[in-house]
């Protein structure tokens, strides 16, 4: 990624992703399943090259509620082949025939109650499979790069569409521009959801060089002193003083360093650490004290990211190369082609 330290800076892997549509294919992992009774229906549904805020909105129109009464986990891909849930809040109402009013492009699989919405957020990770065309590389090549994933994870990087169009001339991404603007008071932003981008998009770009300085320094995957720990597969944080046993179980994948989502209040990393991520603040202050004016507050994010069942077929014959892997919820796949090679995704 631009900008961004990768590991891989010299990998002769390359490749187009997404030449079309179902060439990425994205499967939500939901955390539970409906339950059949209430007054909230769940739809899951198969959808090719469409928005899920849009597809939420045609569920909206057609169920004859509000957009507020239709919800998801998390957005998808436009332009791939996804499955997800959404739920439509219609207590005491028979669900219509939805597949007779939707597009050919979305395909209800899936149609149960339960008694409450589904939150955004609320759903264990994303289970990918992509095609790579053109691929350049040996399969000796690949092999080796997928080994060290698997041995060490990845940075954890926000991934590009994060941040919206870069913007070569200004060496920039369009919206941390925005959000640069906005929290100038040179441009007002009405929009709500476009509020929620930009604050997103500044928060992800400090975080995302925070890593960067400790994948340059190679401690990204290491435990420092002064570092804030989350357990892997938890959101759960906490700091402790250094000592072998926490060495010990980084090194094990159990645990991860790391890094400030800004906002309000006092950084928990200490010494060296809070040092380089103060470093930040003083890089990108206008963002921070953006976000910080505009109510966030301070969280943690793992600067390493475990990549789970990462597999791949060999298909010399199309000059191409299938991969499978999951993710846990806000983790990128583009963050996973990065580390293997020089992907452009179409």
């Known amino acids: 990624m631009k900008n961004f330290r990768q590991l891989n800076d010299c990998s002769q892997l390359s490749g187009i992703v997404r030449s079309q549509p179902s060439d990425f294919q994205v499967d939500e992992i939901q955390v539970f399943k409906p339950s059949g009774q209430g007054e909230h229906v769940w739809l899951l549904i198969k959808k090719t090259s469409q928005n899920t805020d849009w597809v939420a909105g045609l569920l909206a129109k057609i169920a004859e509620v509000p957009r507020r009464d239709v919800s998801f986990a998390g957005m998808k891909d436009r332009h791939a082949v996804t499955t997800q849930w959404f739920s439509v809040q219609m207590p005491g109402r028979e669900a219509p025939n939805w597949q007779a009013q939707l597009p050919d492009e979305i395909e209800v699989l899936d149609e149960k109650r339960h008694d409450r919405k589904l939150k955004r957020g609320t759903l264990e990770g994303n289970q990918f499979k992509l095609l790579i065309r053109n691929f350049v590389g040996t399969e000796n090549e690949l092999k080796t790069a997928i080994k060290s994933i698997k041995e060490q994870g990845i940075p954890n990087y926000f991934g590009e569409q994060r941040f919206g169009f870069y913007q070569a001339d200004k ?3 369009s919206n941390v521009l925005k959000a640069e603007q906005w929290f100038k008071g040179d441009i ?39 570092d804030v720990f989350m357990l892997e597969g938890s959101k759960s944080c906490f700091f402790e003083e250094l000592d072998d046993a926490i060495i010990e179980r980084v090194q094990q994948l159990q645990l991860h360093p790391t890094g400030a989502l800004w906002g ?9 650490v809070k040092d380089k991520e103060q470093k930040q603040f003083k890089a990108f202050s206008t963002l921070c004290e953006g976000l910080e004016n505009k109510g966030l507050k301070q969280e943690r994010k793992a600067l390493r990211l475990v990549v789970k069942g990462l597999s791949y077929r060999w298909l010399e014959d199309q000059k191409a190369v299938s991969l499978s892997f999951s993710l846990p919820a806000g983790a990128f796949a583009t963050s996973v082609l990065a580390e293997l090679g020089e992907f452009k995704i179409s």
């Open 188 to 226: 007002k932003v009405k929009s709500k959801q476009q509020r929620s981008i930009y604050l997103s998009a500044a928060r992800s770009w400090i975080f995302n060089h925070i890593l960067s300085d400790r994948v340059e320094a190679g401690t990204w995957n290491q435990a420092l002193q002064g």
């Open 264 to 272: 309000r209040g006092k950084l928990r990393s200490s010494e060296t």
């Open 171 to 173: 060496k920039a991404y």
